[in-house]
């Protein structure tokens, strides 16, 4: 056997021959560069291979994240603008329904306005009427008295300035 020392038969780790060294070493440097060759280029690919697909999902989740930040911030400002239009419509809103029961009590204290109005001349027109009523019953009931008093001796003209001065003081006294 190659790895026995001759002079004590049993195997010795220490002990080497120089031509299997030098074949394992010509073996080694052929499988090294055959490994090289055909293993070390692949297996070198691959890796940048790998490499640039994490590269390129790191770059791509980092898009999406400006992405997505990017729509938070569109949509913050179209949820503060729809806020905005609300607060808007809602005071736009507020204002027409004040202008509305502005215009509803206007409208209504004219009506009341022109109904007292028209009340009043109703009111004016019944009591002028009443009293040409009642001044035309007293005038009869004057003249029909003064004639029963006064049979003949006043002629009618002074018969009816008399009852307009009776007339004149009622008036004056209410």
């Known amino acids: 056997m190659i790895f026995l020392n001759a002079a004590h038969d ?4 220490l002990y080497y021959e120089t031509g299997f060294l030098f074949w394992s070493a010509i073996t080694f440097a052929i499988l090294l560069a055959i490994l090289y060759k055909i293993g070390w ?3 070198t690919k691959a890796i940048e291979d790998r490499e640039s697909k994490i590269r390129g999902d790191i770059d791509a989740a980092e898009k999406a994240r400006a992405e997505a930040e ?13 806020a905005e239009e609300a607060k808007r419509l809602l005071q736009d ?18 009506q009341a306005e022109g109904l007292r109005q028209q009340a009043t001349r109703e009111i004016e027109a019944a009591r002028d009427k009443a009293m040409a009523e ?8 004057a003249m029909a008295a003064s004639k029963r008093f006064v ?20 008036a004056e006294h209410n």
């Open 10 to 13: 049993h195997f010795d780790p």
């Open 41 to 43: 280029g692949p297996l």
């Open 70 to 82: 990017a729509d938070m911030a569109r949509y913050k400002k179209q949820l503060d603008e729809a």
């Open 93 to 110: 809103a507020r204002e027409a329904a004040e202008r509305a029961k502005e215009s509803i009590v206007t409208e209504a204290k004219e």
């Open 134 to 141: 009642i001044k035309g019953y007293i005038v009869d009931v």
């Open 151 to 170: 049979a003949g001796s006043v002629d009618e003209a002074t018969h009816k300035r008399l009852v307009d001065e009776v007339l004149a003081k009622t």
